[in-house]
């Protein structure tokens, strides 16, 4: 029986440093204004990384036909320990919705969010092409226009935007412009 609690002990602290590995493992990473995004693509799966100073929300968003529309928004928050992270499609220029009202579905999948010293930061997983219509497909090798934004200190998905910007990056090489 001691053997058997030892190697089930062995096992979780194993499985626990692994992932503890991937999800603090990125190959490139942008800044603007104290917010990061940092990403590896991992054959058909992004993994990501968006930090901000702030207490309230933090978002990233891809590929926007125009301003906000058309683009797949990734936001969340961590309220008292606890993470919030949904997918959002930009159904306007100037704003978005849940996906799942929309008709398409949740294609985030959630690795770790923390709120600490005034920074919350929030690790997610997404895949380049979830075949849903409001996503768009994610290009390894060509350009992709990200949207990277985070809220006051409030935690909810309702207030506007502290801080917004856009640029080009190429997800594959990380090049930035």
């Excluded at 990473?29 to 990384?49: I, R």
């Excluded at 301003?67 to 606890?82: E, R, T």
Aim: a negative charge; aromatic letters at 8%.
């Amino acid at each position: 029986m001691k053997k058997i609690l030892f190697a089930l002990i062995i096992v979780s602290f194993a499985f626990s440093s692994f992932t503890v590995a991937v999800a603090a493992s990125y190959d490139h990473e942008v800044e603007a204004k104290d917010m990061v995004f940092a990403w590896k693509v991992d054959g058909d799966t992004l993994h990501a990384k968006m930090s901000a100073k702030t207490k309230g929300w933090v978002a990233v968003g891809f590929n926007p036909s125009s301003k906000m529309k058309d683009a797949n928004f990734i936001i969340g928050y961590v309220k008292d320990g606890k993470v919030e992270i949904a997918d959002h499609f930009g159904d306007r220029s100037t704003g978005h919705s849940a996906d799942s009202k929309k008709g398409g579905s949740e294609d985030v999948t959630l690795v770790s969010g923390t709120e600490e010293g005034g920074l919350t930061t929030i690790e997610f997983t997404m895949p380049m092409n979830s075949a849903d219509k409001m996503d768009g497909v994610l290009s390894k090798d060509g350009d992709t226009v990200l949207l990277m934004a985070y809220g006051p200190d409030r935690d909810s998905l309702t207030p506007r935007h502290k801080f917004r910007t856009s640029m080009t990056i190429n997800l594959a090489t990380g090049a930035a412009k």
